[in-house]
């Protein structure tokens, strides 16, 4: 992956130009921003300009002995760490780099849902464990092999419990020579306060539309009307258009429950809504995660419905047609309420609670809000 190769962003590549050609790059970065907007592209390919022998005005050369190093992944300084799937025989990121890189190797635009199948773990909760972190230190406290710098790249910081956090601190505040840390987080938000005064954060903007669009037309061989659609309704996500183009079978299910969720409650249907709640809990956690921001999405959509103002509605056929019965019963009074309790429902799924007894009462909390 070269700057060359990153869609956009050309703000942050020139920034991150001219911190490397004045010799003034700061030990440990924090690229932030929403998920899908090229943070970890433009980690990679920073970290392989810095270790390129004969960089060019704008890019790595990647041709020489450093560039055909990093792009076989086998580079000696270049170093990841990212949440993981503990099993009985992997414990720390090391164990895992066949499917990391086999997954860096497919795109550099994915998510954790997409890493978490290719540690073949769909339904876990994955974490950097304090395991990992003694490793980054160690890896990180010896020189570089080749001289120049050592580049560590940790991808979702926010999944490192506080003590494995904590160890990781010392090493920020005094880094060894020549070491660049680059964070790359999508909710900052979790990341201890004393790890983000250590950091330099650089902001990644969302993508704009016309970005995503000419990507989606020129690297997925969308058609040109399709392509301006889904960038529009991406948020300036790229990995969001990506993941629209297939409109896959989760939002089909998605829709289905979150249409059934809202009939049961309506109907007051206890054993149903009890039923409701087993099908949702034997989807995985990031699944159920998912569906959640799905139907916050869908309570959105319906509210918004009520102002007939159409360019403001993103939904396709079938929820469209949902919604011409059921807007009216998302009204000022409850869709706080609705939203509030999703979200609350979302965060509860990190903590181990019993998801069957946590999706039936926000199912008996919506036959209070939808009377409303
Ligand atoms: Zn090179």
């Given at each position: 992956m070269l700057f060359g190769n990153v869609i956009g962003q050309e703000d942050v590549k020139a920034m991150l130009r001219r911190l490397a050609k004045a010799n003034r790059i700061p030990h440990a970065l924090l690229f932030s921003g929403?998920?899908?907007?090229?943070k970890l592209a433009i980690a990679i390919a920073f970290g392989r300009y810095l270790l390129c022998e004969n960089k060019q005005e704008d890019d790595a050369c990647n041709q020489c002995p450093a560039c055909r190093q990093s792009l076989k992944w086998s580079h000696p300084d270049l170093h990841f760490s990212f949440p993981i799937v503990k099993k009985n025989t992997v414990q720390v990121c090391a164990d895992y780099l066949k499917e990391w890189y086999g997954l860096l190797g497919s795109s550099l635009y994915f998510g954790l849902d997409d890493w978490l199948d290719a540690m073949g773990a769909p339904d876990k909760n994955a974490l950097i464990p304090e395991a990992e972190c003694d490793s980054i230190i160690d890896q990180m406290s010896i020189s570089s092999y080749e001289g120049g710098y050592k580049v560590m790249i940790v991808w979702?910081?926010?999944?490192?419990?506080a003590s494995a956090a904590n160890n990781l601190l010392k090493t920020l505040e005094e880094p060894s020579r020549n070491t660049v840390f680059i964070l790359v987080s999508n909710?900052?938000?979790?990341?201890?306060p004393t790890i983000m005064s250590r950091v330099q954060e650089i902001v990644f903007r969302p993508l704009p539309t016309d970005v995503i669009a000419d990507a989606l037309v020129r690297r997925n061989a969308v058609d040109e009307g399709m392509a301006r659609q889904l960038a529009r309704i991406s948020g300036g996500s790229y990995l969001k258009a990506l993941q629209l183009?297939?409109?896959?079978s989760d939002s089909v299910a998605f829709f289905e429950q979150f249409a059934q969720l809202m009939r049961k409650a309506y109907g007051r249907d206890l054993p149903a809504l009890k039923e409701w709640a087993e099908d949702v809990t034997a989807w995985g956690k990031e699944k159920q995660k998912a569906f959640l921001d799905y139907c916050q999405n869908m309570i959105r959509e319906n509210f918004m419905y009520n102002f007939h103002r159409p360019e403001l509605n993103f939904m396709n056929d079938q929820e469209a047609q949902f919604a011409?019965?059921?807007?009216?019963?998302?009204n000022e009074r409850n869709v706080k309420g609705f939203m509030e309790e999703f979200s609350r429902a979302q965060k509860e799924i990190?903590?181990?609670?019993?998801s069957r007894t946590m999706f039936f009462a926000m199912a008996l909390q919506c036959i209070l809000l939808i009377k409303k």
């Open positions: 929403q998920q899908g907007v090229g979702l910081p926010e999944r490192m419990n909710d900052t938000s979790t990341i201890l183009i297939n409109v896959n011409v019965r059921f807007a009216r019963f998302i990190n903590h181990n609670i019993n």
